[in-house]
């Protein structure tokens, strides 16, 4: 699978992006799409995760009630609605696919280039 993360951009703090991911490949029911994130000299993190089949969720402590992950079956994408962004977001976020739930970086594949957002305070 090759995975396409878009949406980044600028925003300031307390505003709202969505990010998308674009697949190419097949998905299956049983797969987790995750969204991580990376900031400058920073592990990459997880930031959310959705399964395929029941779109089931789980997000990180730091964005709950925030960050909102779902996905478009139809068109193959997984979606990043980010609300009441900070500065502490500012990251390049990427999409991945994993055969089940996990919230390690290496459970996943097909990254792609990411995207990058930037919050200013």
């Known amino acids: 699978v090759q995975l396409q993360a878009s949406g980044g951009g600028l925003a300031q703090a307390g505003g709202s992006l969505r990010l998308s991911c674009s697949a190419s490949g097949n998905i299956f029911s049983s797969h987790v799409m995750g969204w991580f994130r990376q900031a400058p000299r920073k592990e990459r993190e997880f930031v959310a995760a959705?399964?395929?089949?029941?779109?089931?969720?789980s997000a990180a402590e730091s964005v709950k009630g925030r960050f909102t992950v779902s996905r478009d079956r139809a068109r193959n994408t997984v979606y990043l609605q980010m609300n009441n962004l900070k500065p502490e977001d500012t990251a390049v976020y990427f999409c991945?696919?994993?055969?089940?739930?996990?919230?390690?970086?290496?459970?996943?594949?097909?990254w792609g280039q990411g995207t990058l957002v930037t919050v200013s305070s």
């Open positions: 991945g696919r994993a055969n089940g739930l996990s919230r390690r970086e290496h459970d996943y594949v097909g």
């Open positions: 959705i399964r395929w089949g029941t779109a089931s969720t």
